[in-house]
């Protein structure tokens, strides 16, 4: 158990459909990122926060938006969600922002129909 | 964007063979790098890590190695074991971007009893 949560544990909606998935951080943590895994891929880094403050973009598409709360609680929408959508999001949490190791979250399953 | 890449898309091994996963980036500007294991269905798991100011460390029956001329990166297990088998991604900090991390494709190692 890394300490990172992450809620739903799976998720299924339709295409043009919004969807919020959060994460809570290990206890300290003040980093958050959040990743996108396709089925059989590799991680995609879609963006990161530190305190509360976004640090860095990776391909995240326009329709996705994030946001890290006071209580370094971070959440990600997803909109106007397209089949191609479907894939496993990470959250993943880190003391500092970056050239440290993060810790994975177990990962939320998007299915869009 | 940066290329951080896996020779091997998949790699088989005896149980009790010593495994070699190998990784190579693009960027020779890139500070810090890590092993991660993604078991099916969970988050990836830290394994190692290694700072550009050295060539090589060791964990508990892994080791990674550096090599900064080539670019190349490798992970080796040492009398690999059936838990083992996973996929396992390297990825790279740079330094001029510690905000972010790429990861490779994944290589996935197959443990034979």
């Known amino acids: 158990d890394s300490g990172v949560t992450q809620t739903p544990k799976h998720l299924i909606t339709a295409t043009g459909q919004r969807v919020t998935l959060r994460c809570s951080p290990r206890s300290g943590d003040l980093s958050v990122y959040w990743y996108q895994q396709s089925l059989d891929q590799g991680l995609q880094f879609l963006i990161q926060?530190?305190?509360?403050?976004?640090?860095a973009k990776g391909n995240i598409l326009e329709r996705f938006s994030a946001q890290q709360f006071p209580d370094l609680h971070s959440e990600l929408n997803l909109s106007s969600l397209e089949l191609g959508d479907s894939a496993l999001y990470f959250c993943a949490s880190s003391p500092v922002a970056g050239g440290y190791e993060q810790y994975f979250g177990p990962g939320t399953r998007l299915t869009v129909t | 964007g940066e290329s951080v890449g896996l020779h091997l898309p998949t790699l088989s091994v005896q149980e009790g063979d010593n495994s070699i996963i190998n990784c190579a980036y693009s960027?020779?500007?890139?500070?810090?790098f890590i092993w991660y294991k993604q078991e099916s269905g969970k988050g990836p798991q830290f394994i190692i890590d290694?700072?550009?100011?050295?060539d090589k460390r060791q964990g508990q029956r892994v080791t990674v190695l550096l090599n900064k001329t080539v670019k190349h990166l490798s992970l080796q297990i040492a009398a690999t074991q059936p838990g083992d088998s996973a996929v396992y991604f390297c990825?790279?900090?740079?330094?001029?971007?510690?905000?972010?991390?790429?990861f490779g494709s994944g290589t996935k190692l197959n443990v034979k009893p």
């Open positions: 990825a790279e900090n740079p330094l001029y971007n510690f905000n972010k991390f790429y």
């Open positions: 290694i700072r550009s100011n050295m």
């Open positions: 926060y530190y305190n509360g403050e976004e640090r």
């Open positions: 960027n020779s500007a890139s500070d810090y």
